[in-house]
């Protein structure tokens, strides 16, 4: 009986989890978007994808604390959810390109992103791309 309890409860959690079904592939795709401001550039000056410098390189994103890119200036928004604690994940990614700002004023900051634009589908790709690409 107990374990007939404890099966259904764990069955219940694994179902009622959300899962981050994002396609790295579709991802590295969809990131052609985000090159007008982003690139991604290894820690040994590799450059994985060329782009813009408006935005922090995105290189090892996740898993790393909002806001932390060294020399970059970022919002103030952004900066007071890096004090809440904020680090990146994939499921914050994907909810970030969604609605910066939105994502910002529920997350411990307040104000604008300095990132105006706004990616309503392929964030959960992007994210996974994102993840794939690490030190």
Same mark, same amino acid.
Request: a neutral charge; proline letters at 4%; glycine letters at 14%.
């Given at each position: 009986?107990? =374990?007939? *309890?404890?099966?259904?409860? %764990?069955?219940?959690?694994?179902? %009622?989890? @959300?899962? *981050?079904?994002?396609? $790295? ?16 550039? $290894?820690?040994?000056?590799?450059? =994985?994808?060329? /782009?813009?410098?408006? /935005? @922090? ?32 994940? &994939? %499921? ?7 609605? @910066?700002?939105?994502? =910002?004023?529920?997350?411990?900051? &307040? /104000? ?6 706004? *990616?309503?589908? /392929?964030? &959960? ?9 690490? @030190?």
């Amino acid at each position: 009986m107990k =374990i007939s *309890l404890f099966a259904t409860l %764990a069955a219940a959690l694994v179902l %009622a989890t @959300p899962s *981050l079904a994002g396609d $790295a592939e579709a991802g590295a795709k969809v990131f052609s978007k985000c090159k007008a401001c982003h690139s991604i550039v $290894a820690d040994d000056g590799t450059a =994985i994808q060329k /782009g813009g410098k408006v /935005g @922090p390189n995105l290189y090892g994103v996740v898993g790393r604390a909002a806001g932390s890119v060294e020399g970059f200036k970022y919002g103030d928004g952004l900066l007071k959810a890096k004090e809440s604690g904020l680090v990146w994940t &994939e %499921a914050l990614i994907a909810e970030y390109v969604q609605d @910066p700002t939105a994502f =910002i004023d529920t997350h411990g900051g &307040e /104000g604008k992103s300095m990132m105006t634009f706004k *990616l309503p589908k /392929g964030g &959960e790709d992007v994210a996974a791309y994102l993840a794939s690409v690490k @030190p």
